[in-house]
């Protein structure tokens, strides 16, 4: 499966994290394009780990079967530990008053949502969920502080697709806490990719039952209530790109939540997001390897369709004043400047003491080297002539037929 990256000469032809020496056991050795990841799985309860084998009809294979027999050792006190946790803190959870609304940084993959949500992060004033909270939701309440200085050895510096550094610390998509909680999520993909596509109508719930629609909700606000009691009540920072599809249900549950819409021109989009999904279905991948040729391409390219077609018919859902736009190649300009005027303009308290914070975030990141990519002449057409409508509204023609929309030096100091 191509990625399209253009590899630096001075790295052709050498082992790297995304390119390994041909392993000396291929029968029974892991293809970890990117690294190796701690299976997300770890945080399932056990029935739901059950159900998740059985919807791939238990299709390991040898080389995974270690990893799956660890998954035993861990997941059943997943259950213990979320009892003890709704023993202790389900009176305060469901009795808290929720009177900070969310934020949602909302965007298609690889559009630079991470860095925008990194940003937001160093407020000393705002919250987001950790990817510990997301990883074991169900009960990080009780255990995070603790099991997770344990457990930090199985994670990674940086994530597969990327660069980006990795902790479980570090600000994560609460869509990972849903598939954790047995919810609906095209995440589930992740488990058993040879099978291709899986709950693809849970992206904006179009398809699914007023009953699913329902229990998937209540599951949000359960893990949100409980977000915010461990964040003492702080406004929190939602990300997850799947959520510029379900304003329809955001709109609903959180009235007087804010938004920041980023775009971002897809022919570095879409093989970036090749990349991030060849990268995670490769380190998650209960069978394995996870063998995407014959659908991969067309399924990033019919979700970037989807989710921005639901976004542009949904948007007018949110109220004026709490909906900030912006193009990513604008953004990485001068990110302090862009989040000093998303603040104003979504009424959003305390820039002044977080533009030092930021600043220094950035000047850390300033090191960090965005992938290239080069897609093959057909395939470029087809991704220009399916998202014409986000291509134009963004501003993104002459950009696509040929000329470059970001400098080298602006884009080089940033994450996706």
Not at 301 to 314: N, Q, S, V
Request: hydrophobic share 40%.
């Amino acid at each position: 499966m191509p990625d399209y990256e253009i590899v630096p000469p001075e790295e052709a032809g050498k082992p790297t994290r995304r390119r390994r020496q041909k392993p000396r056991m291929p029968a029974l050795t892991i293809e970890r394009y990117g690294g190796r990841l701690i299976y997300f799985w770890f945080g399932m309860r056990f029935v739901d780990l059950m159900k998740l084998f059985a919807r791939g009809r238990f299709s390991f294979t040898l080389n995974c079967i270690p990893d799956v027999l660890a998954l035993f050792l861990w997941v059943p006190w997943n259950s213990v530990l979320y009892w003890i946790s709704e023993a202790k803190y389900r009176r305060a959870a469901e009795g808290i008053k929720l009177d900070k609304a969310p934020i949602f940084v909302i965007g298609h993959w690889r559009t630079g949502t991470t860095f925008l949500h990194d940003l937001f992060s160093v407020d000393p004033d705002l919250a987001y969920p950790t990817t510990y909270e997301c990883f074991f939701p169900h009960h990080f309440l009780l255990t995070e502080g603790h099991l997770d200085k344990i457990m930090k050895v199985l994670l990674p510096k940086k994530r597969p697709q990327d660069d980006v550094p990795v902790g479980f610390d570090r600000p994560q998509e609460e869509e990972f806490a849903m598939m954790m909680l047995g919810e609906g999520t095209p995440y589930i993909t992740h488990a058993w990719p040879r099978l291709g596509p899986a709950d693809t109508e849970y992206l904006d719930f179009k398809g699914v039952s007023e009953k699913d629609r329902k229990k998937w909700a209540a599951a949000y606000m359960w893990l949100y209530r409980r977000l915010y009691l461990k964040h003492g009540g702080k406004r929190l920072v939602m990300k997850t790109p799947a959520n510029a599809a379900r304003l329809p249900l955001l709109t609903k549950l959180f009235p007087d939540a804010r938004y920041v819409y980023l775009a971002r021109n897809p022919l570095d989009v879409f093989p970036s997001t090749v990349k991030l999904w060849r990268a995670l279905y490769s380190v998650q991948g209960l069978h394995n390897p996870p063998y995407l040729d014959p659908w991969l391409d067309d399924y990033i390219l019919d979700m970037f369709a989807r989710l921005t077609e639901d976004y542009e018919a949904d948007r007018h859902l949110i109220p004026e004043g709490r909906l900030v736009e912006l193009r990513y190649e604008d953004f990485v300009k001068d990110p302090v400047g862009a989040m000093r005027d998303i603040y104003a303009r979504l009424d959003i308290e305390g820039f002044d003491q977080a533009e030092g914070p930021m600043r220094a975030f950035v000047g850390e990141r300033k090191e960090h080297r965005v992938s290239r990519y080069e897609l093959p002449g057909p395939l470029k057409r087809k991704v220009i002539d399916r998202l014409k409508p986000y291509i134009d509204r963004f501003g993104y023609r002459e950009a696509v037929e040929g000329k470059s929309a970001v400098a080298p030096k602006a884009e080089a100091a940033v994450s996706e």
